[in-house]
Nanobody, 117 residues
Framework: QVQVVESGGGVVQAGGSLKLSCKAS????????MGWYRQAPGKQRDLVAT???????NYADSVKGRFTISRDNAKNTVLLQMNSLKPEDTAAYYC???????????WGQGTQVTVSS
């Protein structure tokens, strides 16, 4: 069983910064990719950023230049540094872990980010 736990959400004014953290835990984890999706009320869940083992990172166009994803492979942890936040970044942010073993995609419970104007 894989557990995915996020932290770091909150309320911030437009132009401010937040850092999200996510840790995956389990026995003999082998991870393909880790990253973040977000979902605003009434909208679909969209990719924000992902980091793939040996293949670099990928960002949604809407966050390029403002958000930075980083990963600590030894700790199975991924961080999302969010700068220059905008009200449209308000959403529930979900961490995901794509595992070779145990095979599957695992999700965190979500953490709320609210950006006030």
């Amino acid at each position: 069983q894989v557990q995915v736990v996020e932290s770091g959400g909150g309320v911030v004014q437009a132009g401010g910064s937040l850092k999200l953290s996510c840790k995956a835990s389990g026995t003999a984890l082998s991870i393909n990719a880790m990253g973040w999706y977000r979902q605003a009320p009434g909208k679909q869940r969209d990719l924000v950023a992902t980091t793939m083992t040996g293949s670099g990172t990928n960002y949604a166009d809407s966050v390029k230049g403002r958000f930075t994803i980083s990963r600590d492979n030894a700790k199975n942890t991924v961080l999302l540094q969010m700068n220059s936040l905008k009200p449209e970044d308000t959403a529930a942010y979900y961490c995901y872990v794509d595992c070779r073993w145990p095979r599957g995609v695992y999700w965190g419970q979500g953490t709320q980010v609210t950006v006030s104007s």
